[in-house]
């Protein structure tokens, strides 16, 4: 149970004290891609009586279909504190998270505070719980696309930088933090939260109706989504991403769940999309991943949907010229297409003549939230008999 306070004019949740003592793990979430990665941590933190884990949502993402129903379709409960950031730019949002975040960390004290994948959200939740002395642990950790051009690297090596616990998906995460002299005892390898998600509702997302709802009639059709600020910001990109697109769609039919943002930039840059671009308005979870699953080319620049495609073995060109995700690259289905018109078109052409197979990357099997709850107990412990108390 709950009541309510108001904090900085906005409702947020307080949690009413539990009679029990159990270890409290705040958990932290704002953006549609952290979703995915906290509904398998909470369905394994419940399953523990000795948790009580505190979810956070700070408001990153703020509307219906960014959030909301994210929510209902992962089965993730209703937050414990709502911080309703909302937008912003990328000083005054982080700045805003984490000034309404401390006031819910220092009464909660948290054994650590979790923060998934690479979004604002991520980074100031990080910040706030490590000068507030509380243990930082990131899932997601040891990403690097080696590009600091992009918000998210940034985020990404800030995160690290400060987090006591670091869950990597991949080896390449690994080295990544080994190099950056992170020891290999804050390092654990537990696979894909990602995945976990995408092996829990596959089954359910595939019972979907969206196919009908779009009226989607070709049994071959393409699936695009574009949002990152390089490519949505830069008229000049995105007018070569949307050419390669318009020349694609002559064989593929595509459709496009448009964000808001790329909306109004095509809308402002007057760039003209082709009518067989279909686009359509952002979609739920299980929508989307019915789509993905069904689909015979994705095209993206994305994070989360390369390692997506990879497990469905969707072909996938990423509009982008780097990857932090390589694995998708060495053993799945990912291709890199950069963003100029003809190096897109040239991938296209690469997968229709040599589509890659793909395999499944190690420890990708859904179990990832189970591996987890196990280093963070072990990591819990550790430090527990390491703590003066404890000495004494």
């Not at 700045?95 to 994948?117: D, F, H, N, S, W």
């Not at 067989?276 to 308005?281: A, F, L, M, Q």
Request: with cysteine; charged share 20%.
């Amino acid at each position: 149970m709950s009541d309510t306070r108001e904090t900085s004019g906005r409702a947020i949740d307080t949690p009413v004290e539990h009679s029990s003592q159990p270890v409290t793990l705040a958990v932290v979430a704002g953006a549609r891609p952290n979703f995915m990665k906290v509904a398998p941590l909470m369905r394994a933190f419940v399953t523990d009586p000795g948790l009580r884990p505190v979810l956070i949502h700070t408001g990153q993402h703020y509307d219906e279909n960014m959030s909301g129903r994210f929510f209902r379709e992962l089965g993730i409960p209703h937050p414990d504190y709502h911080l309703g950031v909302g937008g912003g730019t990328h000083a005054e949002q982080t700045a805003e998270i984490m000034r309404r975040m401390e006031p819910v960390v220092v009464p909660e004290q948290p054994a650590a505070l979790i923060v998934v994948g690479d979004v604002n959200s991520t980074m100031a939740g990080a910040i706030v719980a490590s000068k507030l002395g509380t243990a930082v642990i990131h899932a997601e950790a040891g990403l690097r696309s080696f590009d600091k051009t992009m918000p998210e690297e940034i985020n990404r090596i800030v995160t690290d930088a400060v987090s006591d616990l670091l869950l990597v998906t991949e080896e390449s995460g690994r080295a990544n933090l080994l190099r950056e002299g992170k020891s290999p005892q804050q390092i654990a390898v537990v696979g894909n939260l990602m995945i976990d998600s995408l092996q829990t509702h596959l089954k359910q997302a595939l019972l979907s109706d969206i196919a009908d709802r779009l009226r989607i009639q070709d049994s071959r059709f393409g699936l695009v989504t574009l949002h990152r600020p390089a490519n949505v910001d830069d008229a000049g990109h995105l007018a070569e991403i949307v050419s390669a697109l318009t020349a694609i769609a002559e064989d593929l039919p595509l459709y496009w769940p448009m964000h808001p943002r790329t909306r109004s930039r095509i809308d402002a840059s007057g760039i003209h999309v082709s009518d067989r671009i279909h686009i359509i308005e952002p979609l739920g979870y299980l929508d989307f991943l019915c789509l993905e699953s069904k689909a015979s080319l994705i095209l993206t620049d994305s994070g989360g949907i390369q390692e997506e495609s990879t497990v469905l073995g969707v072909p996938c060109l990423t509009l982008r010229d780097n990857t932090e995700r390589p694995i998708t690259i060495e053993c799945g289905t990912n291709r890199l297409a950069g963003t100029r018109a003809d190096t897109i078109l040239r991938a296209w052409r690469e997968t229709r003549t040599s589509p890659k197979r793909g395999v499944i990357p190690p420890l990708w099997d859904g179990h990832a939230g189970e591996r987890c709850l196990t280093a963070i107990k072990h990591f819990l412990a550790t430090r527990r008999q390491h703590s003066p108390s404890h000495r004494a």
